[in-house]
């Protein structure tokens, strides 16, 4: 990407975000109009729909040639990743957001031909953002994150939830939960996105989920990415951005031999 394009979509893309964020902040105390989607547990609210739209309105007509894929549909549906796509998460964390009102954050993923360029995510309760571009490492509210350290796995903590308990997951239980016993401590935080700043900011050393949708995941790779982390499928596989993957996302270190020795997909 031309370092002057892309400069400037990064800056529009966080003015657009900490807008985006000012509106759901005005409005937490208000009641919320609550949806179901696929199952009773799976929550869509009137404010993820408007943040998309706000999102979709404004990158449609300032960059009428890039595409967009986000989660409650105004979006493009694409086959595949060719010239710049912003993916888009306006709320990861819904859960959090209607029971919690806090703990949910946005997700921006740029790509550039299938190459992840920029990553944001956007913390609002807390108004913390984490920013990246390719190659020019991970920051917190504008101060670099180092690069992650070398940890062990007997020393690490990993994100995980429930969903690999879930009976039509094909992984192997038993080696899950040597994992869990292998590992210091666990920690179950309820939004994607967030979890992989978490990771970027060494508060975490791994995150392995059955299941994620592009926009869970498009802006929290590059992070993590930025500061030497690895993020595949569960099983050690390259990631496929047009679809939902398992997910292990570490310290580079300990990657391999997490999906070798402990994740087994039947
Ligand atoms: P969401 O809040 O945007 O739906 C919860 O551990 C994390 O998994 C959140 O990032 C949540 O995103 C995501 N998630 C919840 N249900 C999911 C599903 N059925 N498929 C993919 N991702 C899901
Ligand atoms: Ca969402």
């Not at 892309?6 to 807008?19: F, S, T």
């Not at 409005?27 to 799976?42: F, Q, R, Y």
């Not at 309760?125 to 070398?150: F, H, Q, S, V, W």
Request: aromatic letters at 10%; glycine letters at 8%.
């Amino acid at each position: 990407m031309d370092a002057r394009a892309k400069d400037d979509i990064y800056n529009q893309a966080i003015k657009w975000i900490r807008e985006a964020g000012d509106l759901i902040r005005e409005s937490i105390g208000e009641p919320l109009m609550i949806d179901t989607k696929s199952n009773p547990n799976d929550l869509v609210t009137q404010m993820d729909k408007n943040t998309e739209k706000f999102f979709v309105e404004r990158i449609k007509q300032k960059y009428p040639s890039h595409s967009l894929i986000s989660e409650e549909g105004f979006g493009d549906s694409l086959q595949n990743m060719d010239g710049t796509v912003w993916i888009i998460d306006p709320i990861d964390g819904t859960m959090n957001f209607v029971h919690q009102k806090r703990n949910f954050a946005i997700s921006i993923g740029i790509y550039k031909n299938g190459v992840g360029e920029i990553g944001l995510i956007y913390d609002v309760m807390d108004d913390i953002l984490y920013t990246a571009k390719r190659d020019e490492g991970a920051y917190k509210n504008g101060e670099k994150l180092p690069l992650l350290e070398n940890k062990q796995l007997k020393e690490s903590i990993f994100a995980l939830n429930s969903f690999w308990t879930c009976e039509n997951n094909k992984v192997n239980h038993k080696k899950m939960q040597d994992l869990v016993r292998r590992v210091r401590g666990t920690r179950s935080y309820g939004s994607a996105a967030l979890e992989f700043a978490y990771l970027a900011e060494g508060m975490l050393d791994g995150y392995v989920t059955m299941k994620l949708s592009p926009w869970d995941i498009a802006a929290g790779v590059i992070l993590v990415n930025e500061v030497g982390g690895k993020t595949t499928k569960a099983d050690g596989k390259p990631l496929d951005f047009l679809q939902d993957n398992t997910i292990l996302s570490s310290n580079a270190n300990i990657h391999e031999e997490v999906y070798r020795n402990y994740i087994e997909l039947k």
